[in-house]
Nanobody, 115 residues
């Protein structure tokens, strides 16, 4: 059974940090591109960052460059999104996606940036 389980979301003040995790099971993790998306209320889902199966040179959306870092640990079947210098506009549900042709989605974890 394929599972992507996100964790690490929560409430944080502007300028704060959170680390999201996405634990994968039920498929061969190291063959898959891993991507974080987010969706704010009333907005479309948007790509945040993506990393190749080997884990080199992640791609980032312009709005997170320099603030977010995406890494993966293929030994642990887990991908991490370190989010620093969080802004109000980073508030969204964050979703993990695994892709190799067809894709899998997690259920999401909520990140709320508020003072």
């Amino acid at each position: 059974q394929v599972q992507l389980v996100e964790s690490g979301g929560g409430l944080v003040q502007p300028g704060g940090s959170l680390r999201l995790s996405c634990a994968a099971s039920g498929f061969t993790f190291y063959y898959y591109w891993m991507t974080w998306y987010r969706q704010a209320p009333g907005k479309e889902r948007e790509l945040v960052a993506s990393i190749s199966p080997a884990g080199g040179s992640p791609d980032y959306a312009d709005f997170v460059k320099g603030r977010f870092t995406l890494t993966r640990d293929n030994a642990k079947n887990t991908v991490y999104l370190q989010m620093n210098s969080l802004k109000f506009e980073d508030t969204a549900a964050y979703y993990c996606n695994a892709r190799r042709g067809a894709g899998y989605w997690g259920q999401g974890t909520q990140v709320t940036v508020s003072s």
